[in-house]
């Protein structure tokens, strides 16, 4: 079993849908949460980072957090075509030396 | 602004070959981390550093070495390329203390022939 979990996809939605993308984890020590999104051919750039359990908004992009239930949630809003993407969620415990472990991510494709 | 420079973007290799990946940051970051990205597979690290001359293995260093002479270079080296080792390959590094996880530069995708 890895110890992260994420569904590939592919996801594809119509413009203005709300999006929901989910990780699931095994190792309750992780305490850092990440969601990057990845363009074609570019690097992950990150969105959003949380620490602990608990809810993260910043615009249309929600981050959420269950410890309880080692699961994690981005919540993207009004979604646009430039939302199209790949998502990664990533993790670390404490600060290792800032080692993260990764989901294999969604692939998200919002249409006009 | 962090920036994670890769030194090529894409390249086209031999087997046997051996092929050097470089990276440089320009943050003073003391961690650098490489990558690969395969589809199904996501990103696994093959190796990292926590400081100059000092590296640690990732999940998947076979076939792979490092070099970490400068703080702000970090190389990675295919001793003996061969063509399970076509990927997308992704440096990122990364603060002590700092409030951000790692930046990653755009990748360089390599093809062994």
């Known amino acids: 079993q890895k110890e992260v979990e ?8 119509p413009e203005g849908a709300i999006v929901s993308l989910n990780c699931t984890y095994s190792n309750s020590a992780f305490q850092y949460f990440m969601w990057y999104r990845q363009y074609s051919r570019k690097g992950p750039e990150l969105l959003m980072y949380t620490y ?61 | 602004d962090v920036k994670v420079t890769q030194s090529s973007r894409y390249l086209v290799k031999r087997t046997g070959e051996k092929v050097f990946l470089e990276c440089v940051q320009d943050m003073d970051h003391e961690n650098m981390f490489w990558y690969r990205q395969d589809p199904g597979l996501g990103l696994r690290l093959i190796y990292f550093s926590y400081d100059v001359k ?9 076939g792979y070495s490092v070099s970490r002479e400068k703080k702000e270079r970090f190389s990675l080296i295919l001793e003996s390329a061969s063509t399970n080792q076509t990927s997308m390959y992704l440096c990122a590094s990364f603060h002590t203390g700092g409030s951000q996880p790692q930046h990653f530069g755009d990748g360089t995708r390599l093809s062994i022939l």
Do not use: H, W
């Not at chain 1, 994420?6 to 939605?13: A, F, I, N, T």
């Not at chain 1, 239930?69 to 919540?75: D, E, N, P, Q, V």
């Open chain 1, 6 to 13: 994420q569904d590939p996809g592919p996801l594809s939605v």
């Open chain 2, 54 to 62: 000092m590296k640690e293995k990732g999940d998947i260093p076979e």
């Open chain 1, 52 to 112: 602990s359990s608990g809810n993260k908004e910043d615009g249309r992009f929600t981050a959420q957090v269950d410890k309880s239930s080692k699961y994690i949630s981005l919540f993207i809003r009004d979604s646009q075509p430039s939302d199209s993407a790949t998502y990664l969620c990533a993790m670390r415990i404490g600060n290792q030396g800032g080692k993260l472990i990764f989901g294999q991510g969604t692939e998200l494709s919002v249409k006009p």
